[in-house]
């Protein structure tokens, strides 16, 4: 079960919404094979214990892993994930996730700090989507 796999945390100096916070978590847990399908989320009151946030903002990450298509409430259950995030494959994940630690810790040893090349990371993943975006305007 997820309650043990899954404790949520919130950054309250990032400026993202504890919601959003949640949600990402989960889809992260998802991303990296932590949760998987048929695992039950923790409890509203769990989370609000967890996190110190109010139970509506627990409420309204659940409700957007549902719109999401990841994540159903059953009564007398609880919240189950029903689906992985769409294009998630967390043992690709794990493959890519070892070749760009190497590539990181490469970076490191080479004097790279680490808020430049979260930038970079950042950079690249938004000028990729942006390419891929408009790539598939003109297959239309």
């Not at 094979?33 to 048929?38: A, D, E, F, K, P």
């Not at 043992?91 to 070892?98: G, R, S, T």
């Amino acid at each position: 079960m997820a309650e043990g796999k899954l404790n949520y945390s919130i950054d309250r100096t990032t400026g993202v919404p504890p919601f959003l916070q949640i949600v990402e978590q989960v889809k992260d847990s998802l991303y990296t094979g932590r949760l998987v399908v048929g695992d039950h989320l923790p409890s509203v009151s769990e989370v609000v214990k967890m996190t110190a946030v109010n139970a509506n903002t627990v409420m309204k990450a659940y409700r957007e892993l549902e719109y999401a298509g990841v994540a159903q409430p059953i009564q007398g259950v609880g919240t189950v994930v029903t689906s992985l995030p769409m294009g998630a494959n967390p043992q690709l994940l794990k493959i890519y996730q070892a070749r760009f630690e190497a590539l990181i810790n490469e970076a490191r040893q080479d004097g790279l700090d680490w808020e430049p090349l979260q930038h970079l990371v950042s950079t690249i993943i938004r000028e990729m989507k942006l390419m891929g975006r408009a790539g598939e305007s003109d297959k239309g």
